[in-house]
């Protein structure tokens, strides 16, 4: 079983850009698939950005594409998500999880809240 914390997230400007990591207990970390979710107040959990274990091969959410990076470090059991260029839309607690294609398998972390303001 892995467990996941979730940090980084805070209050950030239109246009700004924020870090968000995601550090992973278990030796097995480097096995998994990972990926990123966010939950906006009123709406459903959805997929962000996936990376797999082996190639690092990545996957994003059309919403994201070209504004978001996924990224992971398996020395540190850290799983990364850059966003820049960030629209009032991106607003929304972001969680991680294990993943198998870009459906969310593991138990969630308590996430960590981005808002993005006008």
């Known amino acids: 079983q892995v467990q996941l914390v979730e940090s980084g997230g805070g209050l950030v400007q239109a246009g700004g850009s924020l870090r968000l990591s995601c550090a992973a207990s278990?030796?097995?970390?480097?096995?998994?698939?990972m990926g990123w979710f966010r939950q906006a107040p009123g709406k459903e959990r959805e997929f962000v950005a996936a990376?797999?274990?082996?190639?690092?091969?990545?996957r994003y959410a059309d919403s994201v594409k070209g504004r978001f990076t996924i990224s992971r470090d398996n020395a540190k059991n850290t799983v990364y998500l850059q966003m820049n260029s960030l629209e009032p839309e991106d607003t929304a607690v972001y969680y991680c999880?294990?993943?198998?294609?870009?459906?969310?398998?593991?138990?969630w972390g308590q996430g960590t809240q981005v808002t993005v303001s006008s």
């Open positions: 999880d294990v993943v198998v294609g870009t459906r969310p398998v593991g138990s």
């Open positions: 278990g030796r097995t970390f480097s096995r998994y698939a």
């Open positions: 990376i797999s274990w082996s190639d690092s091969s990545t």
